[in-house]
């Protein structure tokens, strides 16, 4: 049987002291498909995605992902099942390269060792496909902030997602560096 939705979100509430975030959201996603979510400032975007992927709880309603129903606890969670999210705020690890950056907490083993090789290669994979002009070696504390955003990018593409949110994922770049970025095929 064909699956229509990869992800329904069903009259999802979430309230936070004193705020109704969310009341009652409906979002209905079919396979290979995109989309954008509009509102203001404060209108609950951000919430939304981080009730489906376990940052936040909703207080209410129903999520059917990949025709099961589901509430992840947290991101790791969500990110086994196949939802990864490049978020609004970065949080790279400045003392270390770009590549361990792409790779943090799953570097491919070669026996008992980290197969350094194999990093470096996929990195450069990676970013080749993408279109990006970022060295693997460089110390992520040295790039600019548009370039520590295009290696979140980069890092949550790799994943090989079902699902990939992006939350403003964008804001901290310049024109050209968002062309080149949507500019791969
Ligand atoms: N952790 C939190 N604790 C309390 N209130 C929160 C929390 N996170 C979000 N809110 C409130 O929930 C509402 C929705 O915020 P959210 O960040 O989801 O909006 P948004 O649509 O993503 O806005 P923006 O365009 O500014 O990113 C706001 O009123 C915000 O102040
Ligand atoms: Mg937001």
Request: proline share 4%; net charge negative.
């Amino acid at each position: 049987m064909s699956q229509e939705y990869i992800l329904e979100m069903h009259d999802i509430v979430k309230e936070f002291p004193g705020v109704k975030a969310l009341k009652g959201v409906e979002l209905k996603v079919r396979p290979g498909t995109v989309h954008t979510l509009m509102g203001e400032n404060g209108a609950g975007k951000s919430t939304l995605m981080k009730c489906l992927i376990g940052i936040q709880k909703p207080t209410s309603g129903k999520i059917i992902y990949d025709g099961k129903e589901v509430l992840f606890n947290n991101t790791i969670s969500a990110m086994n099942a196949g939802i990864s999210m490049i978020h609004q705020e970065l949080s790279p690890v400045p003392e270390r390269t770009v590549c361990d950056n792409v790779w943090l907490g799953r570097y491919p083993q070669k026996g008992f060792m980290i197969d350094k090789q194999k990093m470096r290669k996929d990195c450069l994979a990676l970013f080749d496909k993408l279109c990006l002009d970022l060295d693997p070696d460089e110390k992520m504390g040295n790039l600019t902030v548009a370039k520590m955003q295009m290696v979140e990018i980069a890092k949550a593409v790799s994943y090989d997602a079902k699902i990939v949110i992006m939350d403003e994922p964008t804001s901290a770049l310049t024109e050209t560096e968002v062309e080149s970025l949507f500019s791969y095929n």
